[in-house]
């Protein structure tokens, strides 16, 4: 599985973004799609993630209301719209793949290479 995320960019504080994340080669049709950050200085750290069918979504409880996953299944694409943005968002934005049920960074098997996202005060 390659996984090439994108959209990352600058923005000011307040505001919107949605970055994406693309799945090639043999991608697994029973999986969760997770979206993790990493901050300068700072572990990386779980963001959000859905299942395959888009019925179960999971979030960091900070971003709860603010960020939202979602994914097109036809296009083997993950998105992750990013509302309210605030300077302590900005991260490297990576997407990974885990055949299990989890949100444990260390379950997560396969990573893109991320997508910088800088937010301005």
């Known amino acids: 599985v390659q996984l090439q995320a994108s959209g990352g960019g600058l923005v000011q504080a307040g505001g919107s973004l949605r970055i994406s994340c693309a799945a090639s080669?043999?991608?697994?049709?029973?999986?969760?799609m997770g979206w993790f950050r990493q901050a300068p200085g700072k572990a990386r750290e779980f963001v959000a993630a859905i299942s395959y069918s888009g019925v179960k979504t999971y979030y960091e409880d900070s971003l709860k209301g603010r960020f939202t996953i979602s994914r097109d299944n036809a296009k083997n694409t993950v998105y992750l719209q990013m509302n309210s943005l605030k300077p302590e968002d900005t991260a490297v934005y990576y997407c990974?793949?885990?055949?299990?049920?989890?949100?444990?960074?260390?379950?997560?098997?396969?990573w893109g290479r991320g997508t910088q996202v800088t937010v301005s005060s």
């Open positions: 080669g043999r991608t697994r049709s029973s999986y969760l």
């Open positions: 990974a793949t885990t055949p299990y049920d989890s949100i444990l960074i260390h379950e997560y098997d396969f």
